[in-house]
C-alpha cells in the first residue's frame, strides 16, 4: 500500500491527524458552482477559477458532490465510472490541478462515494442486463424472477424514494429475458448486492484510487443501505425502512443492518494505511441511536447529524438538539457535525423566512406561492443559526450559496425541473432543482457570472441581489460576516467543550467554550441586553447596544 506523506508535505496542510474534528467544510455541487468553457454546467476548471473565494472563506476542506460520468438521472448520485472524471466536467488532469492547488492553500478536499447503486450505464450493469439469470455478471446486482404466473409482478412490494417501485422489468433496460431487478431509487441506478464479494473488492479499489490521488475524505452516500436481508423468500415491506423514527435495530430488510459495519471495518483498515489517515463522513438517515455505530473510530469516523435540517428557528428545540448530539457523538469518541442545508434540502434562508405552520411540500408544488416568503428575516435567521452552529464544538458542513444567504428558487418552470424526485414520482414533491441552481458570482452579465452559456437551470432575476460581487462591498452582507467569521473561528476553535449560561429570556440561548469564547442567540425574544465583554461578530447589528431577535452575537470575556 502506498503512503502519501508526500502530498502532505508539499502543501499548506497541517500535520494534525485530527484535522477533521472541528473542521468548517464546505460542500460544493459542481456542476452548479462555476462553469470555466460556457456549455451552462459547472466543472472542475470553473472550481479551479474560484479558489481565491474558496480561500477567502477559510475553509479547512470542501466536500465535492459527484463530478463523475453520469447521465445525470439523479443530478451524478448515477455514476457510469467511480474513477473518472465526467468530461463534460473535466478530465482527472484537472482534478489533480485542482487537489494540488487546493491542497497548497490548506483546504482538503472530501470526494462522494456512492457504493449503494451505481447507475443503469455502468459497466457491471450493462453487461448484467447483456447476461443470462444466473450469470456471475448478474450476480453483481439484485436481479429476480417476478411473482405471478408469468412473473409479471415484482418480486416484493418494496418501494422506490423515486419510482414508486423498487423493481423494474429488465426489458426496460434492454434486457431480453424475464426477470426484475432492484434499485432503491431511481431505475437508473440499480442497487449493488453487497453479500457478493466482488463487489466490496471494487468499492476498496475505488477507495484506494482517490486516497492514492491524495484525496483526504469521503462522504458515504447512502450509507445504510448496504446490507439488504436477500435471503429466500424475500420478505414484503412497503414502507421507507430509512426513516429515522422507526429504528429496526439492525435487524431490518432493505436498511440499517448489522452487517454493514464489517464492510467498514474494512474500509477503515485502508483509510488507516495512510498518513494522515483517510477520513469519512456516513450519510445514514437511520434513528440517532444508531449513528454511533456508522461515526465509530473502527467504521467510517463521523456521520452527518441531520437534526438541525427540520428544526424551526427556536431556542428550546436548538438546546435539546444540541446536548444530544453532543452526548451520541461522544459515545463513540466521533465529533459533532452541524449541518443545516445540503444539495437534498430546502434552503435554511427559506425555511426561515416561512410560517413553520406552513406545509413546506405543498408550499414548493404551489411554486412558493401559496404563503408569503419574508426573504429578508429568513435570511437574517438562517445567518444567526450559522453563527450559533459555528460556535459548537465540532465539524460544520455548509452548503455551496449559503454564504451568500441564497433562497430557493421555488418557481422552476416545470419543462426545466431536473430532478427524479419529481419526475419520476408521480410529481408528488416539486424536487430539489430549486437549492442547486447555479450560484450568481456577478449580479449581472450571462448567468450571473457563473459562466459565459447560460445555467443549466433557470436563475430568477431576485438573484442579482445575492451576488458575490454585490455582497462582498457590504460589511454587513451574510457573505461578509461567512467570511469574518470563519475567519475568527479558525482562531478561536478551542477544547470540544461547551457550557451553558443562564439568560433572563426562554427565547436567548448563551453558552461558551473553555477559553472564553461566548455565542449567545435571541431566537425570538424582544431585544436583549448585551452581557459584558469584548465583541468579536455579530450576525446582525445591535440596536442600542440590544441584541434584536435574530441575531447572535460572538464575544469574549476574561
Ligand atoms: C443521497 C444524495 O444526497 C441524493 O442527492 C441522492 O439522490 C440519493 N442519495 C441517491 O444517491
Ligand atoms: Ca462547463
Given at each position: 500500500m502506498s503512503k502519501t506523506t508526500g502530498v502532505a508535505k508539499k502543501s499548506g496542510l497541517?500535520?494534525?491527524?485530527?484535522?477533521?474534528?472541528?473542521a468548517a467544510i464546505y460542500q460544493i455541487y459542481?456542476?452548479?458552482?462555476?462553469?470555466?468553457?460556457?456549455?451552462?454546467?459547472?466543472?472542475?476548471?470553473?472550481?479551479?477559477?474560484?479558489?481565491?473565494?474558496?480561500?477567502?472563506?477559510?475553509?479547512?476542506?470542501v466536500w465535492l458532490s459527484p463530478f463523475y460520468p453520469s447521465a445525470l438521472a439523479d443530478g451524478g448520485y448515477d455514476v457510469d465510472d467511480y474513477r473518472d472524471v465526467d468530461p463534460k466536467l473535466g478530465t482527472l488532469a484537472d482534478f489533480d490541478q485542482m487537489l494540488k492547488e487546493l491542497h497548497k492553500i490548506g483546504i482538503r478536499v472530501f470526494v462522494d462515494i456512492v457504493p449503494n447503486h451505481s447507475s443503469n450505464l455502468h459497466i457491471w450493469f450493462k453487461e448484467a442486463i447483456a447476461a443470462a439469470p444466473g450469470s456471475?455478471?448478474?450476480?453483481?446486482?439484485?436481479?429476480?424472477?417476478?411473482?405471478?404466473?408469468?412473473g409479471e409482478l415484482p418480486p416484493t412490494d418494496w418501494v422506490s424514494h423515486?419510482?414508486?417501485?423498487?423493481?423494474t422489468h429488465e426489458s426496460k433496460m434492454g434486457g431480453k429475458h424475464n426477470q426484475w431487478y432492484m434499485h432503491w431509487f431511481a431505475p437508473e441506478q440499480p442497487d449493488f448486492d453487497w453479500d457478493n464479494p466482488e463487489v466490496e473488492k471494487e468499492f476498496l479499489k475505488t477507495l484506494k484510487f482517490w486516497s492514492d490521488r491524495g484525496v483526504d475524505g469521503f462522504r458515504i452516500d447512502v450509507a445504510h443501505a448496504l446490507k439488504k436481508d436477500l435471503s429466500e423468500p424475500l420478505r414484503n415491506l412497503d414502507v421507507f425502512e430509512d426513516l429515522p423514527e422507526r429504528?429496526?435495530?439492525?435487524?431490518?430488510?432493505?436498511?440499517?443492518?448489522?452487517?454493514?459495519?464489517?464492510?467498514?471495518?474494512?474500509?477503515?483498515?485502508?483509510?488507516?494505511?495512510?498518513?494522515?489517515?483517510?477520513?469519512?463522513?456516513?450519510?445514514?438517515?437511520?434513528?440517532?441511536?444508531?449513528?454511533?455505530l456508522y461515526a465509530s473510530t473502527k467504521t467510517l469516523g463521523q456521520c452527518f447529524d441531520f437534526r438541525f435540517i427540520d428544526t424551526p428557528f427556536e431556542a428550546s428545540a436548538y438546546k435539546t438538539n444540541v446536548q444530544d448530539a453532543l452526548a451520541l457523538a461522544a459515545k463513540n469518541k466521533s465529533s459533532s457535525t452541524w449541518t443545516i442545508s445540503?444539495?437534498?434540502?430546502?434552503?435554511?434562508?427559506t425555511k426561515m423566512g416561512l410560517n413553520p405552520a406552513v406545509d413546506r411540500r405543498s408550499w414548493m408544488l404551489s411554486n412558493g406561492t401559496s404563503h408569503p416568503l419574508d426573504m429578508k428575516s429568513g435570511s437574517q435567521n438562517a445567518l444567526a443559526a450559522t453563527l450559533f452552529l459555528l460556535a459548537l464544538p465540532g465539524c460544520t458542513y455548509m452548503y455551496q450559496g449559503e454564504e451568500l444567504g441564497l433562497?430557493?428558487?421555488?418557481?422552476?418552470?416545470?419543462?426545466?425541473?431536473?430532478?427524479?424526485?419529481y419526475l419520476k414520482n408521480n410529481k408528488i414533491e416539486k424536487g430539489r432543482d430549486g437549492c442547486r441552481v447555479p450560484l450568481p458570482w456577478t449580479s449581472s452579465g450571462s448567468s450571473f457570472g457563473f459562466g459565459s452559456g447560460g445555467a443549466h437551470l433557470p436563475q430568477p432575476q431576485w438573484f442579482a441581489d445575492y451576488s458575490v460581487e454585490k455582497e462582498e462591498k457590504d460589511p454587513l452582507s451574510a457573505l461578509s460576516i461567512y467570511r469574518k467569521a470563519l475567519e475568527l473561528r479558525k482562531k478561536l476553535v478551542t477544547k470540544e467543550e461547551i457550557k451553558w449560561h443562564k439568560t433572563n429570556d426562554l427565547s436567548v440561548l448563551h453558552f461558551s467554550r473553555p477559553n472564553g469564547w461566548h455565542c449567545i442567540t435571541n431566537f425570538r425574544a424582544a431585544a436583549y441586553p448585551m452581557p459584558k465583554g469584548e465583541i468579536l461578530i455579530t450576525s446582525h447589528p445591535l440596536v442600542q447596544g440590544k441584541i434584536p431577535a435574530g441575531t447572535t452575537v460572538w464575544f469574549t470575556k476574561k
Open positions: 497541517s500535520k494534525d491527524k485530527n484535522w477533521w474534528r472541528q459542481p456542476r452548479s458552482f462555476a462553469d470555466s468553457n460556457g456549455d451552462g454546467i459547472g466543472d472542475l476548471q470553473g472550481i479551479i477559477s474560484r479558489i481565491p473565494y474558496l480561500k477567502s472563506l477559510s475553509l479547512d476542506a456471475k455478471a448478474r450476480s453483481r446486482y439484485i436481479f429476480r424472477d417476478g411473482r405471478g404466473i408469468n423515486f419510482a414508486p417501485s423498487a423493481w429504528g429496526n435495530k439492525g435487524k431490518g430488510i432493505l436498511a440499517d443492518r448489522d452487517e454493514v459495519f464489517k464492510i467498514y471495518k474494512g474500509w477503515r483498515k485502508l483509510f488507516d494505511q495512510y498518513d494522515p489517515p483517510r477520513v469519512a463522513v456516513a450519510e445514514a438517515n437511520v434513528h440517532s441511536n444508531r449513528l454511533p445540503n444539495h437534498d434540502q430546502i434552503r435554511h434562508a433562497h430557493e428558487v421555488t418557481d422552476i418552470p416545470e419543462s426545466q425541473i431536473q430532478d427524479p424526485q
